[in-house]
């Protein structure tokens, strides 16, 4: 990674991984049993055990690529992380252009260098931008600070991003102030901080609910819960009110809750 003239060797790990995917297998209909996929050849009509990777130039025509072709593109990126420069925060619309992260660790002769880069965008609050060559295509990366460590996180190309022109609200769309006044409300009745341990991906338990039955034999008695039923509403005003006097009474919930746990652990320290 080059830091102007400086230059920091980094290992890349990826950050994230899938746990809650669900993974079919393809089985025969009549022997229940994983099918294969063959790799064959339609003009010579044989399998193909070992392939090459061919770019096509021209219909049907291709030039042959390996691993050495692709290490000597003339690309900067294909070598190292090269910072163009920074940006604040607010000026990377993630909503939009982040894909997968990263994690950046320094080679053991690299550490100090890379706490000074570390530091410098905690203090500024600014965010790398760079280009980089990873798995065959060179990316547009940013670089940020994130609990003592480097994350790199993917970005999608500008001409990657489709534009939303047509689905723009039309201009005689007005919203009411009293309505917005009593949204306003309802988000502040509903705001919270965000603790990602607090949301669990409930599909997968689910699903091996009815895995279990199937095995059991007794997939018959795994049912979907029953939708809500559908409170009908003469106007927003109208739901907006109702949607506050809800968050409401759960509030009240949760602070009886709470109460009663603070009692309870009250009388534990009483005894």
């Known amino acids: 990674m080059q830091f102007g003239m400086v230059n920091i060797p980094v290992a890349l790990y990826v950050a994230t991984e899938t746990t809650s995917k669900v993974s079919f297998n393809l089985l025969c209909p009549d022997h229940k049993t994983r099918i294969k996929n063959k790799r064959w050849c339609p003009v010579g009509e044989h399998e193909v055990a070992a392939v090459e990777k061919g770019y096509e130039y021209e219909k049907g025509q291709y030039v042959i690529f390996d691993d050495d ?15 163009a420069g920074f940006i604040k925060t607010e000026e990377l619309p993630g909503e ?24 410098t965008l905690e203090n500024t609050g600014r ?53 917005l006044k009593m949204a306003e409300s309802l988000v ?5 901080t965000f603790d990602p341990a607090e949301f669990h991906d409930e599909y997968r338990q689910a699903f091996q609910q009815i895995v279990d039955a199937k095995v059991k034999g007794n997939e018959d008695l795994v049912e979907a819960p029953e939708a809500e039923a559908e409170t009908t509403v003469v106007d927003l005003m109208t739901a907006l009110k109702a949607s506050v006097a809800r968050a409401k009474e759960e509030e009240k919930k949760v602070g009886r809750s709470s109460r009663s746990d603070k009692s309870k652990t009250a009388r534990k320290k009483a005894s």
């Open 96 to 119: 939009l252009y982040f894909q997968n992260a990263y994690y950046l660790e320094p080679d053991k002769g690299a550490q100090k260098p890379y706490a000074l880069l570390l530091k």
């Open 69 to 83: 072709d692709l290490e000597k593109l003339p690309l900067k990126s294909s070598r190292s992380i090269e910072i």
């Open 127 to 179: 965010v790398a931008i760079a280009k980089f060559a990873l798995r065959e295509r060179e990316r547009l990366v940013s670089m940020r600070a994130h609990d003592n460590v480097l994350v790199l996180n993917t970005l999608h190309w500008p001409d990657e991003i489709r534009s939303s022109e047509d689905l723009s609200l039309p201009d005689d769309v007005k919203v009411v102030p009293a309505e």
């Open 188 to 192: 502040e009745m509903m705001a919270m």
